[in-house]
């Protein structure tokens, strides 16, 4: 994970949204992720749980706005701001016969109190689930990569979602690495029940989710995934069943 280091804060030190600027961290990452409608389904929460999960609630607050224009603005859980943009999108890998649309991401985050800065707010209640899997370093002094696992319930303007994602860490160089080995460590330490549909037709980041969403009333935005690529690392991504 690179980072940057603690900045000044100088009150003239500033984001592109006229925000003040403390520590930053700067991650880039590599995602897949699927989102459904309505709670997830007992056997996907069967599956998941055990001994080594993480679980985390909390409230995000994102912008909408922002969100239209494929960025992802949101001030999580009251304590920091993120900023990601998506940098490009690869080839599509499959889960349980659904097509996963795989995006590389660059995000900014920093701790700061208040939603200034916020054009259009929309909360996104979060119960989050997490394992983290972690590659072996290529050599003693190498940076570590890996990747985590993540199965939320999510409700938005009175409606319950749920989504399952797979998210890296660490060196960018190892990001191909990362998502496939997290991804088969995973199916084989715990092969998908029937009934346990973690992918679906609709594959995005948040932003595109929520503008979905913020369409209009009676818009669930859960739409098909579009073969939209950008090169990159496919010879991986041939297919998970």
């Known amino acids: 994970m690179a980072r940057m280091g603690k900045q ?8 592109s949204t006229g925000l003040p600027i403390t520590t930053v961290s700067f991650l880039v990452t590599r995602e897949v992720r699927w989102f459904h409608e309505g709670p997830p389904p007992d056997a996907v929460l069967e599956w998941f749980d055990d001994d080594s999960i993480l679980r985390e609630s909390r409230a995000d607050v994102y912008d909408l706005a922002q969100a239209r224009r494929g960025i992802g603005l949101k001030y999580r859980g009251g304590t920091a701001y993120d ?18 649309r795989t995006e590389d991401w660059v995000k900014v985050s ?38 985590e696992v993540e199965l939320s319930s999510l409700r938005v303007a009175g409606d319950d979602y749920w989504s399952f994602g797979l998210e890296t860490f660490g060196s960018p160089a190892r990001r191909a690495a990362a998502l496939a080995g997290a991804l088969q460590r995973l199916l084989f330490e715990t092969p998908l029940p029937d009934g346990a549909p973690v992918s679906g037709p609709m594959s995005s980041g948040y932003p ?24 990159g690392d496919a010879a991986w991504g041939s297919g998970w069943a």
């Open 8 to 15: 000044s804060g100088d009150p003239a030190m500033t984001d």
């Open 110 to 147: 920093y701790p700061i109190g208040g939603e200034q800065g916020i054009e259009e707010p929309i909360v996104v209640e979060k119960q989050i689930v997490t394992k983290r899997f972690e590659l072996v370093a290529e050599s003693e002094s190498g940076e570590g990569a890996g990747c």
């Open 83 to 100: 900023i990601k943009h998506r940098t490009s999108v690869h080839e599509p890998i499959m889960l349980a016969g659904a097509v996963g």
């Open 208 to 231: 595109e989710f929520l503008a979905g969403i913020g369409d209009g009333p009676g818009r669930s935005g859960l739409t098909e995934v579009p073969d939209e690529r950008s090169g």
